[in-house]
């Protein structure tokens, strides 16, 4: 089959920073843009798509737990969300292999039908290359962040490296809570961060508390390549820390979502974007109360940008996609020539005449996974119409959800409080399958 595909007469919004988009026909080769703007016929395309639909690039979650949010929005056992994290954490540490993959891959597929083409996601160093597995099913792209201080990560990214799951699957080093982390494993992931020139992930202000970014500084961890997830305003509160995470290069994940759910603060986003920091959006824990929804975060993220910027749906938009895919090393998160053809459309209509601002409004407010009309990774459709394009395994995340809450609330009593809470009344009871 033919790996050129046409799309002719979209609408097209680059989110390259430019803030202009246009009418026009975008062309795919060999798994990249190659070109974009108004072409001829062209000859030998293998598929050709009319659309007036907008094309977006293809969003990034940059901070993702894939195997907690199996879990319904209503499956939500403990009124203490630390607790509740706090057992999934030590549960998630114990999934058997099956569990784990479908737990991971039912979670990569479903953001996939929201918009989302590229995820980072920390991985146990001896687990890889079942996540892999996972996120090939799903035909996604995905960062894996191996566990410092593992006797499996030397191995683990070694052969990451070698490239045998993929173009699509990468390496990144997570050294977890930077506060608490061991000082010889911040070094040690510098060394590999620097020696491979793959992202340092590391959390920041987890707990709420200050001092990460210092002692980061202090074991040479940031740098350009380090990506912090989880800035709080106890991390940051003071403009020296803005001053160094900026004059560090240093990525900053913002977590809206999960901020909100565990009562933690934003980072001082004006501060940030006055300095102009490189920002990402992730959701850490906290996707499934948002039903992997990519727009749900954005949407939160914009009422927060209301009060720092005159373009708060521009400015999410390009944070969910260029800042991420920056964040993460990606070539991909705009719709420009050579970039990887990561992009999605949506069925949504509007005026040809509103401008970048007014038209990222209408598309976030109106955008969601229903309006996403197909998914496209690596110049291939991964969705269409709200299911996966291709037939691979089903991902059984009914199977997921038992033995987690089997597990968490002892036997036949946890799934039946499983069932009543996460599918009773008003639940989604479907379970994904990639198909």
Known sequence: ????????????????????????????????????????????????????????????????????????????????????????????????????????????????????????????????????????????????????????????LEAMTRGPAGPAISAAIFVGEAEHARGRHLREAAELSDKAGIPLVALLGARGEPGGLLRLSKAGALTKRTVLVLGTGASLAQPSEVERLVSASAKLVLVPSYSLYTGLALPPLDRLIARGAALALGSFSAAFRLGHDAFREMRLLSRVLREVTESPASTAFEIMSAGGASALALDCGELSVGRRADFLSLDVLVDDEADHETLCRLLLERGGRGAVRSVWVDGRVVAADGRMATEPTAFDEARARAWLAAQRGGGLHGLRRLFREAFGPGRSSVGVSAR
């Open 1 to 156: 089959m033919s790996s050129t595909a046409l799309l002719r007469g979209a609408r097209i919004v680059p989110l390259d920073g430019r803030r202009q988009e246009k009418r026009g026909d975008v062309l795919v080769e060999s798994g990249r843009l190659s070109s974009i703007g108004g072409l001829r016929e062209h000859v030998g395309a293998g598929l050709v798509v009319e659309t007036r639909s907008p094309i977006l690039p293809g969003f990034v979650q940059a901070f993702l737990i894939p195997e907690h949010h199996v879990l319904g929005r209503g499956f939500v056992p403990d009124p203490n969300p630390a607790a509740f994290l706090g057992d999934l954490k030590r549960l998630s540490a114990r999934m058997p292999a099956a569990v784990y993959r479908d737990a991971v891959g039912a979670s990569l597929v479903r953001a996939a039908l929201s918009g989302t083409t590229a995820f980072l996601v920390p991985v146990r160093p001896d687990r890889w290359r079942m996540a892999a597995a996972a996120a090939e099913e799903a035909r996604v792209r995905v960062v894996m962040a191996l566990e410092v201080g593992h006797p499996e990560l030397r191995p683990a």
